[in-house]
Each structure stands twice: as structure tokens, then as C-alpha cells.
């Protein structure tokens, strides 16, 4: 069963940084595309970031110049670069992993972690 699995996720100060990490097991096809979403207090998910298998990448407006998004695909892992950090920053972060082809096909989410950034 393919499952994305986040960790790095705590408490910093604002201007602080943070990296977060999902590795994507049960999967032998690197996903096609894999990013990170976030969800605050009493807001809907929204996108943070995405990267395709071909390097191809988006960024929320919020956070361009601040995150860095980068994956491994070796790895199945996928990776955000938090500097700046600002306390609406706060929220769960979510990986997620997108994959299009053969039995595995499907658009599969991580439990989050929490990001908490502090003023």
C-alpha cells in the first residue's frame, strides 16, 4: 500500500527555518508528481508547493522566495525548505504523491505534520 510519510514538523521562531521530509513507500513507480499542502486553524488545505518526477515546479505565492520544494526520486522522497518562517505560516503540513500509471495509480496523502511558528 503506497503511504507518504512526513516528519520534521515542530516549533520555531519567526524568521527561524524548518526542513520537512516525506518518504513514499510501497510504491516501485517514482510518483509523477509529489508536493506539500498545508492546513491552518479553521481554513481550508491549501497548496504550498509542488514537483514533478521531471523537475518541474510550482510554488504558492505565499511562500515563492521563502520554500524550496526537491525531491529524490530514488528515494521516493520529497522535500520542503522552510526559511523565513512567519507565524501564518502556522499550520499541518501534508505531503502528498501522485501517481498516474499501472495498479498503483492514485492521488495518495500523508497524516501532516505540525508546523508551528511562534512571533
Known amino acids: 500500500q503506497v503511504q507518504p510519510v512526513e516528519s520534521g514538523g515542530g516549533l520555531v521562531q519567526a524568521g527561524g527555518s524548518l526542513k520537512l521530509s516525506c518518504a513514499v513507500s510501497?510504491?516501485?513507480?517514482?510518483?509523477?508528481?509529489m508536493g506539500w499542502y498545508r492546513q491552518a486553524p479553521g481554513k481550508l488545505r491549501e497548496l504550498v508547493a509542488t514537483?514533478?518526477?521531471?523537475?518541474?515546479?510550482n510554488y504558492a505565492a505565499a511562500v515563492k522566495g521563502r520554500f524550496t520544494i526537491s525531491r529524490d526520486n530514488a528515494l521516493n522522497t520529497v522535500y520542503l525548505q522552510m526559511n523565513s518562517l512567519k507565524p501564518e505560516d502556522t499550520a499541518v503540513y501534508y505531503c502528498?504523491?501522485?501517481?498516474?500509471?499501472?495498479?498503483?495509480?492514485?492521488?495518495?496523502w500523508g497524516k501532516g505534520t505540525l508546523v508551528t511558528v511562534s512571533s
Open positions: 510501497g510504491s516501485i513507480f517514482s510518483p509523477s508528481v
Open positions: 502528498n504523491a501522485q501517481i498516474y500509471f499501472g495498479s498503483e495509480a492514485g492521488n495518495y
Open positions: 514537483i514533478t518526477s521531471g523537475g518541474s515546479l
